[in-house]
């Protein structure tokens, strides 16, 4: 089946260790996103690919970074994570076309601790 | 400022009632409205979505309802199913002139529990 896959699907990281997140997708989309969700929040778009080009959203922290090095795959590096860090993170990916909005398909998430 | 507010934290329904799940947005360049279920330790999972140009769209038992003047969207589910609970998040993008990259505005989500 056609799918989004992150890894870890928890991961455990100490203050201000550097960690990486991972997701894959066997869908072919052309467009890939990162959201950060803490508990009953709202998922919130942290930056999205489409192909090669990167998208930062204007608040994300600059202690957030990503790589996307081919289309299947693209990574979440926190540089320096911070307890404030510390939730649930989903991958999600669409195809784009001009002028419309296709539906994001979700990986199942990392969630993240910072001790 | 939250673009896209879902003011019921949570929603129990008897199973074969209707339930409604509501959505409010403020930007009014929004033209598309999706909702997602989610199950716990699952990511979000795409149900049923909706143009600014229709007022309704249905899809089996689910239907959304957009009402552009209130800046309203509701999900109805009828009848409802055990395996209905779940989180329901509503999320708007705009697309005006084809520049957007599909960038989605979510809701808080609501919790949606259906007794059998």
């Known amino acids: 089946d056609a799918m989004v896959i992150q890894n870890p699907r928890y991961q455990v990281t100490q203050f201000g260790k550097p960690v990486t997140l991972s997701c894959s997708q066997t869908?072919?989309?052309?467009?890939m996103y990162w959201y950060q969700q803490k508990s009953s929040q709202a998922p919130k778009l942290l930056f999205h690919?489409?192909?090669?080009?990167?998208?930062n959203e204007a608040d994300t922290p600059d202690n957030f970074q990503s790589r996307r090095p081919n289309t299947s795959f693209c990574f979440l590096d926190i540089r320096s994570p911070g307890l404030g860090d510390a939730a649930m993170y989903l991958c999600?990916?669409?195809?784009?076309?001009?002028?419309?909005?296709?539906?994001?398909?979700f990986g199942p998430g990392t969630r993240l601790t910072v001790t | 400022d939250q673009q896209v507010k879902q003011n019921s934290p949570s929603l129990s329904v008897q199973e074969g009632r209707i339930s409604i799940l509501n959505c409010d947005y403020t930007?009014?360049?929004?033209?598309?409205f999706l909702w997602y279920k989610k199950y716990p330790a699952e990511g979000p999972t795409f149900l049923i979505s909706?143009?600014?140009?229709?007022d309704k769209n249905e899809d089996g038992r689910f239907t959304v309802f957009l009402n552009k003047s209130a800046k309203h969207l509701s999900l109805h589910i009828v009848p409802s199913q055990p395996g209905d609970s779940a989180v329901y998040f509503c999320?708007?993008?705009?697309?005006?002139?084809?520049?957007?990259?599909?960038?989605?505005?979510f809701g808080q989500g609501t919790i949606l529990t259906v007794h059998p």
């Open positions: 999600a990916t669409s195809r784009r076309g001009r002028g419309r909005t296709y539906e994001q398909y």
């Open positions: 869908l072919n989309h052309n467009v």
């Open positions: 690919y489409y192909d090669k080009d990167f998208n």
């Open positions: 930007n009014s360049m929004f033209d598309y």
């Open positions: 909706i143009s600014s140009i229709k």
């Open positions: 999320a708007a993008s705009e697309d005006a002139g084809g520049t957007s990259y599909g960038k989605l505005t």
